[in-house]
T-cell receptor, first 114, second 115 residues
């Protein structure tokens, strides 16, 4: 089955610096790669996603890149702020009609120090 | 995105008892999912709940322990049966988005503590 590996498990940066989180996936049929942010005691919230037909997507300070050949994708957060502190999860999925279901990485606890 | 209501939000239960968690969506969805998130851990898929058919369970999860109902396209329940302290966890329901890709939205979760 699909397996998603995520690194690092913890990441500490200074406010204003950039943060990068990396994930690899095993199933080449996967075509959808979302990123979720989970604040303490709250539900995971979708922050950005990328589909397999594009290599990069950006939304303000957040960007995601995808390398299908290498089967890895990354989350980039620029100009980090203390409110970016949370646990971030990557996930991968095949299409719904191929039994699609989200498989999550292990999570990265990001701490942004003022 | 769909509005998902999950209840209870938290509960403390005695070992050996069962708890049923409810998930209500404000629109009809084909697929609903149940996840478990153990303390400090990632989300692990328990099963996919399909309306009109048996739920599909992931490796390591069985119907006798986690029976699921899906009576219609807006509602599902997950029961945690014969609970032990190892079942203490957050349980989340999730529904897919409306596009062709597997976007998913989560309920607020049920924090279960078994004593």
């Amino acid at each position: 089955g699909e397996n998603v590996e995520q690194h690092p498990s913890t990441l500490s940066v200074q406010e204003g610096d950039s943060a990068v989180i990396k994930c690899t996936y095993s199933d080449s049929a996967s075509n959808y790669f979302p990123w979720y942010k989970q604040e303490l005691g709250k539900r995971p919230q979708l922050i950005i996603d990328i589909r397999s037909n594009v290599g990069e997507k950006k939304d303000q300070r957040i960007a995601v890149t995808l390398n299908k050949t290498a089967k890895h994708f990354s989350l980039h957060i620029t100009e980090t702020q203390p409110e970016d502190s949370a646990v971030y999860f990557c996930a991968a999925s095949k299409p719904w009609d191929q039994g699609g279901k989200l498989i999550f990485g292990q999570g990265t606890e990001l701490s942004v120090k003022p | 995105s769909a509005v998902i209501s999950q209840k209870p939000s938290r509960d403390i239960c005695q070992r050996g008892t069962s708890l049923t968690i409810q998930c209500q969506v404000d629109s009809q969805v084909t697929m609903m999912f149940w996840y478990r998130q153990q303390p400090g851990q990632s989300l692990t898929l328990i099963a996919t709940a399909n309306q009109g058919s048996e739920a599909t369970y992931e490796s390591g999860f069985v119907i006798d322990k986690f029976p699921i109902s899906r009576p219609n396209l807006t509602f599902s329940t997950l029961t945690v049966s014969n609970m032990s302290p190892e079942d203490s966890s957050i349980y989340l329901c999730s529904v897919e988005g409306r596009g062709e890709f597997t976007e998913a939205f989560f309920g607020q979760g049920t924090r279960l503590t078994v004593v």
